[in-house]
């Protein structure tokens, strides 16, 4: 990096950054950006700024080159799809089911030798491979034989025989987001047959368990994030997997909390209730328990009282619903009380989150407040939506909300809590 020196206004020599940078030249305007900042707050000095500019022109990649490899392979790959679909009907079925396989086979192969050289990407990449190989397989058996069965079970099929696999060779957040997935769509595929074991092992002739679906594999999976991250070559990927549990237990009690406000539960809940809060009690302490032995003092104390407010709010929200349904009156008031529970809610999420650091979490969490109170206000001034009045009143209201953030963010950057 050239740095040129010049006079400024005071009479004095000064030090700018100049056109020659080299991050400009590689078109980084980006990182350039940031290392302006920094400097002129002081953070690093011109040495510094040398060094890294040095460091990141040494370790430029070739983009366009893995951009032009990365089309060459995927035309190559469409390809062979293409004169594969072209003839698939010509194509005997033993054929397909050997071609498969041995494809299978070898990217198997290959993570078994990425393995042995401790080649990090390349194990990962043909674990990913095999993963989505053998949802192939297991799509083709089914075509060939021509078997009748239900999606939620060759995908469960699937997770079966690849977790283990998994667990064992693929230690990458990527990998561990795409299991994720993985495991969310099958458990929500399954949710008719999830539905009826949970009748038949209470005994319970009618109702349904929406709210059950939604919050059960929240903590289930809370429990398997845990147990993955107390495995060192794991503990990233487990740290993402707990951070998505966390994110789907929110999400989950806000969805039970909306939908029984939005009457969207059309079923009978009288009966379904208590099956549901005595399940949900279990799962969460089995993952109370899974967070109490896998983590410190100070990093578990804040998730669990999340995971316990979680549950609070969501049996609340069932209990309320339970009332809405017998006395079939009083609409606005349960209404306005499903709105502060789940201010409430949010209210308690980004306390954790300000108690842990995480800036994102809180401002989400504040966002979501200010926009049900926004929603609460309009509900409450009724007629005067239409009027000049309620709208400068709901403008008031937004202004003074973001003046509120600004304040808890500020706080929160310089370490105290809100």
Known sequence: MAIDSSTSRRGGPSRQLVARDPLREDGNVIAEHYLKRWRGAGLIDDAAVQRISAWEAAHRRPVWLWAVSGMGALAIGLGVVSVVAANWEEIPGSAKLAAALLLTALCAGGVFVSWQR??????????LLTFGLVLGNIALIGQVYQLQSEAWQGLLTWLALCTP??????????????WFAAAIVTWFSADEPIEWL?????????GHFFPLVLYLPACLL????????????AETQGELLLTLSLAGLALAVSATVVALNSRLDFWPASAAAPVEISIGALATLLAAAALGLGRSNGQRRPLIALLGVSFAV?????LLSRAWH???AGEAT??????????????????VAARTGHRVVFGLAFAFVGLRLLILY????????ATGLGLIGGGVLCLALAWLGWRLTQRLVHGATP
């Not at 401790?118 to 674990?127: D, F, K, N, Q, V």
């Not at 696999?165 to 795409?178: E, I, Q």
């Not at 949970?198 to 009618?206: I, M």
């Not at 969501?314 to 069932?318: E, H, Q």
């Open 222 to 233: 809370i429990v398997m994030a845990v147990v993955r991250g107390r495995w060192p070559p």
């Open 378 to 385: 309009f509900e409450a001034i009724g007629g005067l939506t």
């Open 198 to 206: 949970v009748r038949g092992l209470t005994g319970t002739a009618y």
């Open 118 to 127: 401790e080649l990090a990407w390349p194990r990962e990449i043909g674990a």
């Open 326 to 328: 017998a006395e079939e």
């Open 165 to 178: 696999f998994l667990a064992l060779v693929a230690f990458t957040r990527l990998v561990g987001a795409l």
């Open 314 to 318: 969501w049996t609340v929200a069932l």
């Open 334 to 351: 349960f209404e306005a009380v499903f709105g502060l529970l789940f201010i409430v809610y949010w209210s308690a999420i980004g306390w």
